[in-house]
T-cell receptor, first 113, second 112 residues
Framework: GAGVSQSPSNKVTEKGKDVELRCDPI?????LYWYRQRLGQGLEFLIYFQGNSAPDKSGLPSDRFSAERTGESVSTLTIQRTQQEDSAVYLC???????????FGQGTRLTVV | LAKTTQPISMDSYEGQEVNITCSHN???????ITWYQQFPSQGPRFIIQGYKTKVTNEVASLFIPADRKSSTLSLPRVSLSDTAVYYC?????????????FGGGTRVLVKP
């Protein structure tokens, strides 16, 4: 596609349910990043992939959070047993290599009720 | 990764030049300086990247002194639509381990 695509754009879920957030990066981009942004706050790093390996998972807030990437393609961020504090916009970005211009998706707005 | 410090917020008026300075005292030899812009309800957008001296594109200029311990993003003749949060990042490019860490950013408000 022309840009980074994230789905769904909005998700409302009940506390305790599992959710899956999807990111389709720009074709050919080897690096893929996930962030969480709470209302009025900055971007909180979660995890990044180089190809399908994740060199740095240090940002994942708890073991309820996990992420996978298939080759140099789609990535899925899974949040198990969602809590109200998980409510935020989850942003995905991709780039040809680490550190060069990254392109962001529009994000998934997650609301846990 | 080198840590960055930038002002929390800045106000300006339409038509003025806005300069945002970012401090990165422990920048490494291989690190580049990159700026992103984020509008409300959107993901950040790359503005400019540089290593030393001056870089200019159609949107902004980036000034980097010889010691590279700081950098200044310059936005010429801002308009209301330049109201956004601006993030300064420092890190190596094409290097494993650069996880593209964003700080708190500078919230720029352009007034009529």
């Amino acid at each position: 596609g022309a840009g980074v695509s994230q789905s769904p754009s909005n998700k409302v879920t009940e506390k305790g349910k599992d959710v899956e957030l999807r990111c389709d990066p720009i074709s050919g981009h080897t690096a893929l990043y996930w962030y969480r942004q709470r209302l009025g706050q900055g971007l909180e790093f979660l995890i990044y992939f180089q190809g399908n390996s994740a060199p740095d998972k240090s940002g994942l807030p708890s073991d309820r959070f996990s992420a996978e990437r298939t080759g140099e393609s789609v990535s899925t961020l899974t949040i198990q047993r969602t809590q109200q504090e998980d409510s935020a916009v989850y942003l995905c970005a991709s780039s040809f290599y680490e550190g060069v211009q990254a392109f962001f998706g529009q994000g998934t707005r997650l609301t846990v009720v | 990764l080198a840590k960055t410090t930038q002002p929390i917020s800045m106000d300006s008026y339409e038509g003025q030049e806005v300069n945002i300075t970012c401090s990165h005292n422990n920048i490494a030899t291989n690190d580049y300086i990159t700026w992103y812009q984020q509008f409300p309800s959107q993901g950040p957008r790359f503005i400019i990247q540089g290593y030393k001296t001056k870089v200019t594109n159609e949107v902004a200029s980036l000034f980097i002194p010889a010691d590279r311990k700081s950098s200044t993003l310059s936005l010429p003749r801002v308009s209301l639509s330049d109201t956004a949060v601006y993030y300064c990042l420092v890190g190596a490019i094409k290097a494993a381990g650069n996880k593209l860490t964003f700080g708190g950013g500078t919230r720029v408000l352009v007034k009529p």
